[in-house]
């Protein structure tokens, strides 16, 4: 590990997850909570959850991994991003901390890699939280489609962040410029090129789940949904509340795809009286 390395916030600690050295944050203490990033270019843990982290590490032992090919976990070679491979990935992590049961708290992607989880693995999943969530079967929208063709320029990232949020104040040359740069590092945008080629409407077809599957989800769920998302349509969110029995749904209003940091503050709290209740 170089210098600059060390001082790098969004490198946490490292665990070989079935045989995958995974780059992951572990804060806090309580029940476990494991977040799982979105598939935004050169997102990493840190950079999709550096808001939620410590806030909710007050009450629960918070985990966030870099799932595999995405961020400072290891892209093994022989890779095929797909929707096993990402659940192997996320089981192995568990099993090498030895987490039997946890919560999952699912950004976009994540969600659909939490969804996954509780259909497949349904006695590792305690509560689960679906947020800005793909999962279902759904037209691909023009917005995820831009991103899951994303080409590397400063230009072109700060056109995602420009989509990804409803507040512009948000949209500053130096976010584009520092997620530009992680877009950039070696290896990172040709592992993002492999997982959502075109025609990108089969890539959403391959993370969903039927709906006679979700219909069988027997967690309780938080679905979170921002009502001007322009990349996951809130009409997707509605559709997983309205499916999953135990389900709750919470729609912010003047809020795009970024809830977690649009409405950091309002999302941590319903993610805490969720996660942390007894009943």
């Known amino acids: 590990m170089t210098s600059d390395d060390r001082d790098n916030p969004e490198i946490g600690r490292r665990i070989d997850a079935g045989g995958i050295e995974t780059n992951y944050h572990d804060r806090g203490e309580g029940r476990p909570v494991v977040l799982l990033h979105g598939s935004g270019p050169g997102v990493t843990a840190w950079?999709?959850?550096?808001?939620?982290?410590?806030?909710?590490?007050r009450n629960c032992r918070v985990l966030a991994p870099d799932?595999?090919?995405?961020g400072y976990t290891e892209r093994p070679t022989d890779a095929s991003y797909d929707l096993p491979f990402w659940l192997a990935h996320l089981v192995g992590f568990l099993d090498a901390l030895g987490l039997e049961?946890?919560?999952l708290v699912g950004n976009s992607f994540g969600g659909a890699l939490a969804l996954a989880m509780a259909v497949h693995h349904p006695q590792r999943v305690d509560r689960l939280v679906l947020m800005g969530s793909v999962g279902l079967d759904f037209p691909i929208t023009p917005g995820l489609d831009q991103v899951w063709g994303y080409t590397p320029s400063v230009q072109n990232m700060k056109a995602l962040i420009d989509l990804f949020v409803y507040d512009k104040s948000l949209v500053t040359d130096d976010l584009a410029e520092m997620r530009y740069?992680?877009?950039i590092r070696p290896?990172?945008?040709?592992s993002y090129a492999a997982m959502f080629p075109p025609p990108r409407q089969e890539g959403v077809r391959r993370l969903a789940q039927s709906e006679d599957a979700v219909r069988a989800i027997g967690h309780e769920t938080l679905v979170i949904h921002g009502r001007e998302d322009r990349v996951i349509p809130p009409e997707v969110g509605l559709r997983l509340h309205r499916l999953i029995p135990r389900s709750e749904l919470h729609m912010f209003g003047a809020c795009g795809h970024w809830t977690q940091i649009e409405k950091r503050d309002r999302f941590v709290r319903l993610l805490r009286d969720f996660l942390v209740r007894s009943d």
């Not at 950079?47 to 590490?57: D, G, K, Q």
């Not at 799932?67 to 995405?70: E, Q």
Request: glycine letters at 8%; proline letters at 4%.
């Open 101 to 103: 049961r946890v919560s």
């Open 67 to 70: 799932i595999v090919g995405f």
């Open 187 to 190: 290896g990172v945008q040709e």
């Open 47 to 57: 950079a999709n959850w550096r808001l939620v982290i410590p806030e909710l590490a």
């Open 181 to 183: 740069r992680a877009s």
